[in-house]
């Protein structure tokens, strides 16, 4: 039994990103495989929890967890183990590199709707609550804490779905996107 789930523990895929509820925190596995870290504001409920689940022994204030993340005035970008890179923008003048250079942009703000990467932005993270992201290939398998259709009496579902955004989802799926991964 022990070593069944020794198995399973070690077989298990770990996120490359993670994405606080309120976007204001995100992790990145490096090419190290260890997350390196960064947030706005004094909040470190999340590096704990993150940490924890991933069995790292480093505190939320240790300096080592800004590593492999490299931050400017306008934003921060990491690489993932891949060598990808995912930017955080903090500006709106930032999203016009970002959206050139990166795979994935991070921000607390919106989005420009022309960004070539994958966006995280202040309308995703609130529909979605905090995610977890696997780099599946070219594409993000992404796990969201509030998937398409989650109803709570405290949140209820939004189910505003257009022919439109049907048709863009369709088209985000591949082979490389298993079919019960959320697509955001």
Same mark, same amino acid.
């Given at each position: 039994?022990?070593?069944?789930?020794?198995?399973?523990?070690?077989?298990?895929?770990?996120?490359?990103?993670?994405?606080?509820?309120?976007?204001?925190?995100?992790?990145?596995?490096?090419?190290?495989?260890?997350?390196?870290?960064?947030?706005?504001?004094?909040?470190?409920?999340?590096?704990?929890?993150?940490?924890?689940?991933?069995?790292?022994?480093?505190?939320?204030?240790?300096?080592?967890?800004?590593?492999?993340?490299?931050?400017?005035?306008?934003?921060?970008?990491?690489?993932?183990?891949?060598?990808?890179?995912?930017?955080?923008?903090?500006?709106?003048?930032?999203?016009?590199?970002?959206?050139?250079?990166?795979?994935?942009?991070?921000?607390?703000?919106?989005?420009?709707?022309?960004?070539?990467?994958?966006?995280?932005? /202040?309308?995703?993270? =609130?529909?979605? &609550?905090?995610?977890? +992201? @696997? %780099?599946?290939?070219?594409?993000?398998?992404?796990? *969201?804490?509030?998937? /398409?259709?989650?109803? =709570?009496?405290? &949140?209820?579902?939004? +189910? @505003? %779905?257009?022919?439109?955004?049907?048709?863009?989802? *369709?088209?985000?799926?591949?082979?490389?996107?298993?079919?019960?991964?959320?697509?955001?």
């Amino acid at each position: 039994m022990m070593g069944g789930a020794i198995i399973l523990m070690i077989r298990a895929p770990q996120p490359d990103v993670l994405i606080a509820a309120d976007g204001s925190a995100v992790a990145l596995r490096g090419a190290n495989g260890r997350l390196s870290m960064i947030k706005s504001g004094n909040d470190v409920f999340a590096f704990r929890e993150w940490l924890a689940a991933d069995a790292d022994a480093r505190t939320p204030k240790d300096d080592t967890l800004g590593e492999g993340i490299r931050c400017d005035a306008t934003g921060c970008v990491g690489k993932l183990r891949d060598g990808s890179l995912v930017a955080i923008a903090k500006t709106i003048q930032a999203f016009e590199e970002d959206c050139r250079r990166a795979v994935l942009v991070v921000s607390n703000r919106d989005a420009p709707p022309a960004c070539a990467a994958l966006v995280i932005d /202040r309308d995703v993270w =609130r529909r979605s &609550g905090p995610m977890a +992201l @696997r %780099r599946r290939g070219e594409q993000f398998e992404i796990t *969201a804490a509030r998937p /398409r259709g989650y109803d =709570r009496p405290w &949140g209820h579902a939004r +189910l @505003r %779905r257009t022919a439109t955004r049907s048709r863009r989802a *369709a088209r985000r799926h591949s082979p490389a996107t298993p079919p019960h991964a959320q697509t955001i």
